[in-house]
C-alpha cells in the first residue's frame, strides 16, 4: 500500500548536539515531502518542505535530505534546543493541491 | 492574523449526542482540512473544501458525521450521534489551494464521548 512511516518512535538527544529524524516513504509519485512539528497541546506546524526533484534542503538549523533510491527523507536539526522537543511528522503531498498525508510521529526528546 | 481558530479546545459529551466542531480559516485561505489525531491512527484526513466546495470526503469515517463550509470564513464538522470511539483531537487546517505543504493548524479540539 501507500503509506508514509517513520524509523523511530522516539529518539532522545543532548542539548546542543544534532539531531536526525528519518522516515520512509513508499510512494514515488508524490511531488513533496514535507517536516511538521507539533508540541505539546498545540496543531501541528510546517517546518520546511522539499520537491521531489531535489535531494537536499536547507533552512534555519534544519535540513532536510530526500534519497529517491532508497525512499527515504530525514530532517536534520542542528544544535538541538529544549525548544525542539515535540513529535515530528513526515508528510507527503502526492500533486500540487491535493491534501497531506501524514505518517505516526517521531518524539524527540532534548536532554539538557 | 490569529491564525485557525477553532472552538471548543475541549468537549466532553454522552454517548448519542449531536456534537459540532467550529473553525475559522485564516483569511484568504482557499482550502480547509479536518483532521483527526488519535495515538493509534495518528492524523488522518477526514474531508477538505476548495473555495467553499467539498471535495473528497472519503476520509469521513461514516454517515455519523458531515462536514459544512457555507462561506470562507467558517466550517462545521458535526457528529450524529457520537460514540465513544469517535474521542479523539479534531483539527482544521487551512492553506492555500496552491501551496497545500505549508498548511496552518489550529490548536485542535479535543473530544470526550463517555
Known amino acids: 500500500g501507500e503509506s508514509v512511516g517513520l524509523h523511530l518512535p522516539t529518539l532522545s538527544v543532548q542539548e546542543g548536539d544534532n539531531s536526525i529524524i528519518n522516515c520512509a516513504y513508499s510512494?514515488?509519485?508524490?511531488?513533496?515531502f514535507i517536516w511538521y512539528k507539533q508540541e505539546s497541546g498545540k496543531g501541528p506546524q510546517f517546518i520546511i518542505d522539499?520537491?521531489?526533484?531535489?535531494d537536499k534542503r536547507q533552512g534555519q538549523r534544519v535540513t532536510v535530505l530526500l534519497n529517491k533510491t532508497v525512499k527515504h527523507l530525514s530532517l536534520q536539526i542542528a544544535a538541538t534546543q529544549p525548544g525542539d522537543s515535540a513529535v515530528y511528522f513526515c508528510?507527503?503531498?502526492?500533486?500540487?493541491?491535493?491534501?497531506?498525508?501524514f505518517g505516526k510521529g517521531t518524539r524527540l526528546s532534548v536532554i539538557a | 492574523d490569529a491564525g485557525v481558530i477553532q472552538s471548543p479546545r475541549h468537549e466532553v459529551t454522552e454517548m448519542g449526542q449531536e456534537v459540532t466542531l467550529r473553525c475559522k480559516p485564516i483569511?484568504?485561505?482557499?482550502?480547509l482540512f479536518w483532521y483527526r489525531q488519535t495515538m493509534m491512527r495518528g492524523l488522518e484526513l477526514l474531508i477538505y473544501?476548495?473555495?467553499?466546495?467539498?471535495?473528497?470526503d472519503s476520509g469521513m469515517p461514516e454517515d455519523r458525521f458531515s462536514a459544512k463550509m457555507p462561506n470562507a470564513s467558517f466550517s462545521t464538522l458535526k457528529i450524529q450521534p457520537s460514540e465513544p470511539r469517535d474521542s479523539a483531537v479534531y483539527f482544521c487546517?487551512?492553506?492555500?489551494?496552491?501551496?497545500?505543504?505549508?498548511?496552518?493548524f489550529g490548536q485542535g479540539t479535543r473530544l470526550t464521548v463517555v
Open positions: 487546517a487551512s492553506s492555500f489551494a496552491d501551496r497545500v505543504t505549508e498548511a496552518f
Open positions: 510512494n514515488s509519485a508524490s511531488d513533496y
Open positions: 522539499i520537491r521531489s526533484n531535489m
Open positions: 508528510a507527503e503531498n502526492r500533486s500540487g493541491n491535493t491534501p497531506l498525508v
Open positions: 483569511s484568504g485561505h482557499n482550502s
Open positions: 473544501f476548495n473555495n467553499n466546495v467539498p471535495i473528497d
